[in-house]
């Protein structure tokens, strides 16, 4: 054991120790994650489209997203998307109904998902605008704006308006939380409740702004908010202007 005492207090044995063990740590590592990603030795043109649908290094992937995610982006025009970034805005839709749908059957099949809701799902008929309102106000309010406005986020993202958006988008993005927006499943906000915040954003909808200052059409509050220090200032701004007057005389 003389001998290994002796490599021991060599100056460069620290170093050989270090790199013995980076190297051994980086084989074994190379080793455990070559095994657990056995997709990525699949030869071209044997790929299956569950491996494509896997995702890539600039898109996440898609299985186990649902129909109604690939529905709410296609109808959207947010996809497919022209550059790859971080703003997914409304774009001209440049697939037909039957081929978003024929996309999103394909995408549900290759794993589960929250479905594309039918007609009837998203009727707002009989629906409880009231109801609807106060989910909206505790639910979306803080991103979308209490008159569905939209507003800004943090990081630079925003919140798009709520104007367009047919009755099955909005179910959709309830469902399936696009980019910054939480997910509102079923549990959270039953089928009946999401009716009920959508009755409520179409009937904002058709309610003509009076004109002015909207100031978010939050309500009163606001309104004696923007008031009263508007009305204090221009009481203070008079009150200085007085004694100037004053002072000159
Ligand atoms: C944390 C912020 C946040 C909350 C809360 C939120 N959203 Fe969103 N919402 C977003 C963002 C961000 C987008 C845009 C996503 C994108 O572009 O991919 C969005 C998109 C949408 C759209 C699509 C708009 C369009 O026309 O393209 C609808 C509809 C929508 N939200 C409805 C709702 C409803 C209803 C609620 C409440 C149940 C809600 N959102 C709660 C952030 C939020």
Known sequence: ???????????????????????????????????????????????????????????????GVGAAAVDFQMSTGRMPGKDIGPEMDRRPVTFTPGQIHAIAQYIASLGGGPTVPSAAQVSTSGANVALGQSLFITDCAQCHNFDGAGGALTYGKFAPPLTQATNTQMFEAMLTGPEAMPVFSDTTITPAQKRDII?????????????????????PVTEGIVGFLGGIGVLVFLAMWITMKRRES
């Open 1 to 63: 054991m003389s001998w290994i005492t002796a490599l021991r207090r060599r100056p460069a044995a620290g170093y050989a120790v270090v790199l013995l063990g980076l190297v051994t740590v980086g084989m074994a590592y190379g080793a455990l994650a070559g095994q657990s990603s056995p997709a990525s030795a699949a030869v071209p043109g044997t790929v299956s489209p569950q491996t494509i649908a896997q995702g890539t290094s600039l898109a996440p992937s898609l299985i």
């Open 199 to 219: 009755a409520y954003v179409t009937r904002i909808r058709a309610e003509p702004n009076p004109g002015g200052f909207s100031l978010g059409r939050i309500g």
